[in-house]
């Protein structure tokens, strides 16, 4: 059974920065590209990001980039989304997505 964990959320000030973390379990890490989303109250879900299960090739939304990073570490099994100059706009609950399966997402808030 294939299982996901986000974690890292929190309340951060506009400007500022959080990095949340993705584990799994159930699956071969490396074998499987990362995607993060967000979905915002009364929004649909968004994707945020994304790379390829060999950590290249990272790709944003335009809402995110140059602000977002995604990132992966392939021997410790973890997935990053490093969030830098956070907007109010930003305020989400962020899921972490791997071989179709989802986690419970973790929550950012951001105040202005």
């Known amino acids: 059974q294939i299982q996901i964990v986000e974690s890292g959320g929190g309340l951060v000030q506009a400007g500022g920065s959080l990095r949340l973390s993705c584990t799994a379990s159930g699956f071969t890490w490396s074998s499987s590209g990362i995607d993060w989303y967000r979905q915002a109250p009364g929004k649909e879900r968004e994707w945020v990001g994304g790379m390829t299960s060999a950590g290249t090739h990272p790709v944003y939304a335009d809402s995110v980039k140059g602000r977002f990073t995604v990132s992966r570490d392939n021997v410790k099994n973890i997935g990053y989304l490093q969030m830098n100059n956070l907007k109010p706009e930003d305020t989400a609950l962020y899921f972490c997505?791997?071989?179709?399966?989802w986690g419970q997402g973790t929550q950012v808030t951001v105040s202005p």
């Open positions: 997505s791997m071989k179709n399966v």
